[in-house]
Nanobody, 127 residues
Framework: QVQVVESGGGLVQAGGSLSLSCLYSGLRFDDYAMAWFRQAPGKEREAISC????????YYTSSVKGRFTIARDNYRNTLSLQMDSLKPEDTAMYYC????????????????????WGQGTQVTVSS
């Protein structure tokens, strides 16, 4: 049985930083690409970043590129998201998820391509 423990998040002022983590167990973590999504109230879930199985290929949505950094530690089965220069519009519930493939596909932004979701962690950025 796959278990996901998501941590991090919280309240931060605009311009600040936060770090999120997801610890996976019960699956071959290094066999799958991984991604981070977020969902703000009243909005659809949005893909923000994807990383391939080995960690050497990463993708970002334009709104977070240059501010967020996705990473993985395949020895510790951990996915992370470092978020810098946070803006009020980054306020959302953040989720990690596992892809079905080793590489981020051309349609990596589609939530339907992912499984084994984290429980979500709230990030709130005050202005």
């Amino acid at each position: 049985q796959v278990q996901v423990v998501e941590s991090g998040g919280g309240l931060v002022q605009a311009g600040g930083s936060l770090s999120l983590s997801c610890l996976y167990s019960g699956l071959r973590f290094d066999d799958y690409a991984m991604a981070w999504f977020r969902q703000a109230p009243g909005k659809e879930r949005e893909a923000i970043s994807c990383i391939n199985f080995s960690g050497d290929l990463t993708y970002y949505t334009s709104s977070v590129k240059g501010r967020f950094t996705i990473a993985r530690d395949n020895y510790r089965n951990t996915l992370s998201l470092q978020m810098d220069s946070l803006k009020p519009e980054d306020t959302a519930m953040y989720y990690c998820a596992a892809a079905s493939l080793r590489y981020c596909s051309a349609t990596w932004r589609k939530a339907i391509e992912y499984k084994h979701w984290g429980q979500g962690t709230q990030v709130t950025v005050s202005s």
